[in-house]
């Protein structure tokens, strides 16, 4: 037994919590997999796609860069002689073409761990070489005294945040192209011994801090983008991978379901060829067509062996019936038709054996209810399917009641509600579904193949009418199929006479004496 507390996960949601317990286990392993090949912390693909990153970063902002380089050198000319300020710009461009020249090398070669690690060196240290430059500018002997405080910050500022805005994918190339500029700065500052050089200083140590957290700030984003992607990705993947599986899956289903169609066509005719000559011969033998039996017990023999026959016949036909349904070929032979006359005949072809079970059927039908536009063979079968379940689940001196009428919506209704044993309400859907059978029908002696509630299910619906079952154990059950108001055949209204505006000329007259207007036909059937 289970705790009152306790609920049971359906067998759909128990799939997805596990699927979900082992996709989040396969990542746990997937990352520390990664952690212990990479050396950064990182995944290998990351720690490549971020050097990518910086690679491009630096191609696309070359020009930003040349602006900078000769704003520099031009103005720097300004304190320093102009022969310096060339041999630095000339030095500072030869760095920055190598630098684009290994990063279009490094786009340019097959990704690999360790050629990634040897990139990654390469590139801090070029950036370590394109910081020196820029401090040379800053530390030329010949301009500490004249190169301004302003300027000083000036190329100080922006020289740190443009490497690290160009290096935010890869932290330790912005700090080793900053922390020259700035060290060399902050250390002019605080050997000039004043107040407010030291104030300098202190603000130039704190600006590399600052932008030093931004640079690890973009780096983390960055490598939270790469990480939502790929997680992405993975989903797309499982996606793919799943609906390449349902496709496989429903692809089986359908080469299943042909093979089933084929086997039941096929086996219908074997069946019924040898099935015809069994109830045709123990036909003759049960009436002694030729002559009493010898033993009489025969006779009692042979009915068995016809009833037997036709119940495995009508077995083949519920089976060829519910699977041309499931598989659409089902087509209605739509007519006129009286459901309270198909009922009563029903009742009539059912009464003997209702009769021989002591049971009481009552009838409780509308007048003057206008046919239905249906398929009388389908119509017959859910009122057959019906009552004749009705019958067989409920015990000796009950009581059966056929139902037919008006819907609320203007549609008719058959009702069959019997005071059998009842239904549990869990095994509804059960007793629903093909070849279900509830509890009642296992201990019954007279089961059947559970097919009777499905096809009258199958049958409404195609007519779009509804199906409800209703059941309490103990009391009874009853089962309302309703057709819906559109294949009610009203009456048309008496024809009348025709409005003055549309009466025919007394001169409309052809040669031989017949009107020349056609009589409007009134096309509302009401269907």
Known sequence: MSSPGKSFESPASAEKSVSRSRRAAAQRVREARDRLTSTTGTRPAFDHELLRQYAQTRISASLVILLLVFAAGLMSSFWARPLAAVIWT?????????????????????????????????????????????????????????????????????????STMLAASLPMAAFAATVPVTSSIALNFALRGTIDDSILAVLVVTAEGYFALLAHRLHSTTLATLEARAEKDALIGELEQAKEISDEARHRAEGANVAKSRFLAQMSHELRTPLNAILG??????????????????????????????????????????????????????????????????????????????????????????????????????????????????????????????????????????????????????????????????????????????????????????????????IGTEVIVTYPPERVMAALAPLGELAPSIQPEPNAMDENSRPRHTPIMNAGTGI
């Open 90 to 162: 000339c030095g500072i461009l030869a760095v920055h073409g190598l630098i684009l020249t290994q990063c279009r090398k490094f786009l340019a070669v097959a990704p690999s761990p360790a050629a990634t690690s040897a990139w990654r060196m390469r590139f801090i240290l070029l950036d370590l070489v394109y910081g020196i430059a820029w401090m040379m500018i800053l530390m030329h002997p010949a301009g500490l005294d004249t190169v301004s405080n302003s300027f000083m910050l000036f190329v100080m500022l922006l020289v740190v945040a443009v």
């Open 281 to 474: 011969f123990s036909e003759v033998m049960k009436s002694e067509i030729f002559g009493p039996h010898a033993v009489a017990v025969y006779k009692d023999y042979s009915a068995d062996i016809h009833n037997s026959g036709v119940h495995l016949l009508n077995l083949i036909n519920e089976i060829l019936d519910l699977s041309r349904i499931e598989a659409g070929r089902y087509e209605l032979n739509e007519e006129p038709v009286a459901l309270s006359h198909v009922v009563a005949d029903c009742h009539h072809l059912l009464k003997l054996r209702a009769t021989s079970r002591n049971l009481t059927i009552h009838e409780v039908f509308e007048d003057d209810l206008p046919r239905l536009w249906a398929d009388e063979r389908a119509t017959r079968q859910i009122a057959l399917n019906l009552l004749s379940n009705a019958i067989k689940f409920t015990p000796p001196g009950g009581e059966i009641w056929l139902k037919v009428g008006w819907t609320a919506s203007g549609g008719q209704y058959l009702s069959v509600k019997d005071t059998g044993p009842g239904i549990p309400e869990d095994e509804i859907p059960i007793v629903l579904d093909s070849f279900g059978q509830g509890s009642n029908s296992i201990k019954s002696a007279e089961q059947g193949a559970g097919l009777g509630l499905p096809i009258a299910k199958s049958l409404i619906s195609m007519h779009g009418g509804t199906f409800t079952l209703r059941s309490k154990l103990r």
